[in-house]
């Protein structure tokens, strides 16, 4: 959680000092509220769309089911209310820094690629899990720049994170 939070305050501390203390929303980007509605609907489809690739990834390669069963080790038992806040908060801070201070900054590429970093695991049997985030990363991105704020991207995030940490949570591989 720390590390949410530091990155939300992070995020709002660069985009102060230079000059852009709303990294919610894209400087001089008009957001109608036609185009954020658009974006809403599109952060639930990309979410939706990661979370089935996820499932499909978890059944067919073993570098799915091996980080499902370390991710569980590590992270559980949670409860539910701690599932939410947990991707809540990382939803948003990570969202807030690597799409809303540092996108407008380094560009798409490098900005997911710093996000994939972030999702690098010990071994290098995780490291289609990090591709998988740099790929996240630039469709959240892209939803960025097209709308011109994060609530599309944030939903989509959250999306991933609840409902896989929800699966994982539930589902014991053997």
Known sequence: MALYLGL???ALAWGTLRGQPNVWRLSGHE???SITFAGILCGLAAGLLIVFASRMALYRFDWARALHREMR?????LQDAEIVVLAAASSVGEEMFFRGALLPVVGLVASSAIFALLHIGPKLRHLPWTASSFAAGLLFGAMFLWTGDLTGPVIAHFLVNFLNLRHVGQVELR
């Open 8 to 10: 939300g305050a992070a």
């Open 31 to 33: 957001t109608e509220m």
């Open 73 to 77: 080790h590590l992270l559980f038992p």
